[in-house]
């Protein structure tokens, strides 16, 4: 069995904003796999700042997997060292894995949508930036006929952002919007975020409060203003805490990015726990390259959910991999074959 790595440094179109700060690029590394004659490949996607393990070592990491891969050594022994210490690696295992049992490239989740013939119900992604720039990428969402629209808010809220959803809410009185603080918000900024929200009728806010305010979540969702979804909860969670976590917050949606949360295996857990406490989720890509993001739909298609998805970010970069994956309206598809 062999094993080797590749680094591949994604550069965006255009600065993408969030509450955390801007990126101009993000690397990935590519995880090859040989066993028993086939070939699989995994993108081991981080990202700076919230991957648990953006860590100085984490080449040395890859070194370290691709070695111990080549001695023979057990899944469940791999798992055990990497999945949650280093959750990226472990989800670019599980592709290539994958693709090696499917024999055939870039199978992952057989169904329909590996096919290419079911799309995927996606949201509308709006980047922080200028007033007008936001407003710009509301329009081109509204004329590829997008019904649900996603925005980053961060502490400037009542500054910037509270008018412009206002604006869309006035012109498009059914159309669904999401929010995405990243974790901005104290406790009280939050509820009188959540209360301007509550008045434009916003479906959800995506982390409203740093990771660790499990109380203070609790106390926000209480008010009953509107739903909260759990993101980067999730990722820093420890794993012997999650259904604490779930049933502690009072939250309403879990969001799940695989290639945070130490690939689908990890992703299946947390489905579980949420259906156990009747909490609905969905599938967010996290600025992986088309490979990464060729994976995470396949795996959206499979768990039958009618919510949008956040899987539209194909198109971010300038040197992407290729890819058979393309937007039609608010739906992402996969190109059949020639």
């Not at 057989?110 to 096919?115: A, K």
């Not at 203003?225 to 009072?250: H, M």
């Amino acid at each position: 069995m062999k094993a080797l790595w590749k680094k591949h440094i994604l550069q965006f179109k255009r600065s993408a904003g969030t509450s955390r700060g801007s990126l101009l690029q993000k690397p990935s590394y590519l995880l090859y796999l040989q066993k028993e004659g086939r070939l699989g490949v995994g993108e081991c996607s981080l990202l700076p700042g919230l991957s648990i393990d953006d860590k100085p070592d984490y080449e040395s990491q890859l070194d370290l997997f691709c070695s111990l891969w080549e001695e023979g050594t057990s899944v469940d022994e791999l798992r055990l060292q990497f999945q949650f210490a280093w959750p990226s690696i472990w989800f670019g295992f599980e592709m290539a894995l994958l693709e090696i049992e499917n024999k055939e490239a870039a199978m992952f989740f057989p169904s329909l949508f590996s096919l290419g013939r079911m799309g995927l119900l996606t949201n509308g992604l709006v980047w922080m930036g200028s007033a007008e720039y936001q407003w710009q990428q509301c329009e081109m969402l509204l004329e590829k006929k997008f019904q649900c629209i996603k925005f980053k808010i961060g502490v400037d809220y009542f500054d910037s952002s509270e008018k412009l959803l206002q604006r869309l809410r006035d012109a498009n009185p059914d159309i669904t919007i999401r929010v995405d603080a990243n974790g901005a918000f104290d406790l009280n900024l939050a509820k009188a975020v959540l209360k301007s929200l509550k008045r434009m009728n916003v479906h959800s806010i995506e982390q409203p409060l740093a990771v660790g305010k499990w109380t203070e979540t609790n106390e926000l969702a209480s008010d009953d203003l509107i739903p909260i979804a759990l993101d980067e909860e999730l990722i820093f969670c420890q794993k012997d805490r999650r259904e604490e976590l779930i049933e502690t917050s009072l939250a309403s949606y879990i969001v799940l990015k695989p290639s945070l949360l130490g690939g689908f295996k990890s992703s299946d857990h947390w489905i579980r726990l949420a259906k156990k406490r009747k909490i609905d989720f969905w599938i967010t890509s996290a600025l992986e390259g088309n490979i990464g993001l060729q994976a995470i739909a396949q795996y959206a298609a499979v768990q039958n959910i009618d919510m949008p998805q956040g899987l539209g970010t194909g198109s971010l970069y300038l040197n992407n991999f290729p890819s058979d994956l393309e937007m039609r309206g608010e739906f992402l598809w996969k190109k059949m074959g020639e």
